[in-house]
């Protein structure tokens, strides 16, 4: 009997407190949540690292020798080790970062320092053959070269 009271006393625009609390609650939160939204944002603009892209300087390098090889004739059981020496012909040091072969057959080893104007490096290339046949495999130089890497050849056949 007293909330007919109070109801008819508030008028007809009054509504029971449950109904508003929720539609405000429901209000408020997404309120709140996108307000979060925006101060996160903010946030993470604040606290974003600043990152510094190191240029390396440009060289360019020339195999001595051609850098294709023929290995004619390598035995299933030997193995058949291969050095391509280069000169950095540019006016910067030449640094290579990776040597990736196309087959696992093949490790490569290369000048770790880097290699002043005018100075020889070397890659060198270690085929262990585990089929019989011919064969035509390739070594991606990776180095601070114009074009981004070199490529070296090798064809060999491989028998017992």
Known sequence: MQRKDEY????????PLYIC??????????????ILIVLSGFFCQAYRQEVQ???????TLKFDSASRYEANVIYRQGK????????????????????????PCVTVDWSQEEIAPGKQGFVRLSFLPYKLGN???TVNVL?????????????????E
């Open 135 to 137: 064969f035509l495999e």
């Open 53 to 59: 892209v190191v240029k390396i300087p440009l060289t």
């Open 8 to 15: 008819m006393r508030l008028g007809k625009n009054y509504k």
């Open 80 to 103: 058949k080790v291969t050095t391509f020496t280069f000169t950095n012909t540019g006016k910067n040091p030449l640094k290579i970062t990776a040597a990736e072969p196309n087959c």
């Open 21 to 34: 609390s929720c539609v405000k609650m429901k209000k408020n939160t997404l309120g709140i949540g996108l």
């Open 143 to 159: 180095a601070n070269v114009k074009k981004g890497s070199e490529t070296l050849f090798v064809r060999y056949h491989v028998t």
